[in-house]
């Protein structure tokens, strides 16, 4: 033992001296002494050893309210997806059925099987009708401001003749033009006759509102026929798509959809002229032959018979409210209608003007009956009798219920799809999609062993969210649909693979798990973003100009990269940062 020097009362001795390896060195003067050199936290000799950490950072905080937040989007998307897998059945079938979602995942034509039509508007026709009307109104116009020498003429076309008896009459057809037909313009005059057309901004408005009547309309008759799921579309301006899976009766759609619907009642003429002769030597001006149809009740034979009517209509069926099927007293099938306030007005006021007339109803260009008028209807209702059988009578319940069609339409393709295609195409689907997510399930936990297991959970979870949401929007899953189910999968791992390497090159810096968890994801979300934003872009596009198929595509991949975007970014964060926190590992199994 060696006796320690004597302390200088002045202070300590300096001294300079080779300090031992991890010893404090001597620093001249007062003050903390400086730190011993030796392997630093981050050097090799320190690797996997975690560093000093007093509490989480606040990025792996607030565990328990996102914990929730997955629980409800993963229970919703189960809650939604039940209805298309299960089927209550039983004595509480009911019960159970009210407490499920009534919207589910229906199939398209290509998988179901059914009926594809596409039909043509014809606008042409809804053009003369319109100047018809229009034709018509001006009549009323001309009447009741007592305008003397007038005559309004429309044959049928897009002109409408008015003819002057007298000249002086001119201003006030001008002025009255002026004030309320706005929708029509003069394309030649004469001292004697005027020519009306329609002007070009009200022809393109009556071609853009016949299309979009035409299509309400016939989803209107198919919805109210009872055919699930239908897929109708526009298809430019007069075309329209109609695709009705699981129907396998295209006479009996032909007929629901392309019935033209248009309820007229005309007067019987009583010239001196009958129908036949009419037939031969030509109809009187103002009238019109048209063809009556009678049914055998007994055998239920149809037959035809001339009948002349004059042109002008008395009443359509724009107003009508009602339409029901019933079975009258000796027998025949019968059509109940019913018009609402207005049409009732109408009607009571024809059948006060005309009676002991025969008015006849004119279904589609087909007199159906003309029965004669004995008192005033002031109620508004009427039937249709005697000229169709039961099934008929419930089919014109049916169009005229829905509406008519505001123009003639003509089928330009008609293609019938068996099922057999379909349950074809499922099964090798489920094969396909089966095996490729059982290889990229395989691969996650070989590569990535533990985070493996984190990617697989992540992928499974999809499934649920992207069946729910097709669901809940009552989507129509179609073959391409399925192909973009299975592209979504390609999407989601790679969503998990860049967030995995760019946390394998925090944890090669030995980053400690926290810190390379954090890194790792934040520095993966933007180009995980930039990647996903483009192709929902994409996917908006082809679901605003594709057709059915390719809009079921649109919507699966769309779902689909939403679904991803979710489960790799914000469940996949939150099983690491829970496993951080709880299990608080040295390194990350990746």
């Keep these: 033992m060696r006796a320690l020097p004597p302390r200088d009362p002045a202070g300590p001795t300096c001294r300079l001296a080779a300090s031992r390896p991890g010893s404090p060195t001597a620093s001249p003067g007062h003050g903390p002494r400086a730190p011993a050199p030796g392997p630093s936290p981050a050097s090799p000799a320190n690797a996997g050893r975690p560093a000093p950490m007093k509490s989480l950072p606040s990025m792996i905080q607030n565990l328990t309210w996102r914990g929730v937040i997955l629980a409800l989007v993963l229970g919703a998307g189960i809650y939604t997806m039940l209805p298309t897998f299960m089927a209550p059945k039983g004595e509480n079938s009911s019960f159970f059925r009210n407490l499920l979602p009534s919207r589910s995942i229906s199939l398209g034509l290509d998988l179901k099987g059914g009926i594809s039509l596409t039909m043509e508007v014809d606008m042409d026709a809804a053009l003369r009708n319109s100047a018809r009307r229009s034709a018509d109104t001006l009549r009323r116009a001309v009447a009741d401001a007592k305008i003397p020498g007038i005559t309004v003429e429309n044959e049928n076309s897009l002109d409408i003749l008015v003819r002057l008896s007298d000249p002086s009459s001119r201003d006030a057809v ?95 003429d009583n010239g001196p002229k009958s129908a036949e002769e009419a037939l031969r030597t030509g109809a009187p001006p103002g009238t019109e032959v048209y063809q009556e149809k009678f049914v055998d009740t007994a055998t239920g034979a149809e037959s035809f018979s001339p009948i002349l009517l004059r042109k002008q209509t008395l009443m359509t069926g724009d107003s009508l409210t009602d339409a029901r099927a019933y079975m009258g007293d000796f027998g025949d099938a019968r059509v109940s209608i019913r018009f609402d306030g207005r049409g009732a007005r109408e009607f009571a006021d024809i059948t006060d003007r005309y009676i002991n007339r025969r008015l006849a109803i004119v279904l589609d260009g087909i007199v159906y009956s003309a029965p004669n008028i004995e008192t005033r209807i002031p109620d508004g209702e009427a039937y249709i009798r005697g000229s169709f059988t039961m099934e008929e009578a419930r089919m014109l319940s049916v169009v005229l219920r829905a509406g008519a069609l505001p123009a003639p339409v003509s089928i330009l393709e008609q293609r019938t799809v068996g099922p057999s295609l379909g349950q074809d195409s499922i099964q090798q689907g489920l094969r396909a999609g089966a095996l490729g997510m059982a290889l990229i399930l395989i691969f996650l936990l070989y590569y990535y062993r533990w985070s493996g297991v984190v990617a697989d959970l992540a992928l499974l979870l999809n499934f649920p969210i992207v069946l729910g949401g097709l669901a809940a929007l009552g989507a129509t899953l179609t073959l391409p649909g399925i192909f973009g189910l299975v592209l979504t999968l390609a999407m989601a791992v790679d969503c998990n693979i860049l967030i995995f390497e760019r946390i394998r090159e925090e944890v090669r810096q030995n980053r400690p798990p926290w810190a390379a968890v954090s890194s790792g994801f934040g520095r993966a979300f933007w180009t995980i973003f930039d990647a996903n934003i483009t192709t929902v872009l994409a996917a908006m596009v082809l679901y605003q100009f594709g057709s059915g198929p390719i809009r079921g595509f649109a919507v699966t991949l769309i779902i689909g990269i939403i679904s991803s975007m979710f489960t790799g970014v914000f469940a996949s964060r939150w099983v690491f940062d829970m496993a951080v926190a709880k299990l608080k590992p040295k390194r990350i199994s990746i």
């Design 174 to 268: 001008e002025d009255l033009l002026k004030r309320s037909f706005y929708g029509l313009s003069v394309s030649s005059s004469t001292d004697s006759l005027m020519t009306l057309t329609l002007t070009s901004e009200e022809a393109a408005d009556v071609r853009s509102l016949t299309g979009r009547q035409a299509l309400e309309t016939i989803r209107n008759r198919v919805d109210m026929f009872g055919v699930l799921e239908p897929d109708i579309r526009p298809q430019g301006e007069d075309r329209i798509l109609i695709q009705l899976p699981g129907f396998d009766d295209p006479a009996r759609a032909v007929d629901l959809i392309g019935r033209t619907a248009v309820l007229e009642f005309k007067l019987v």
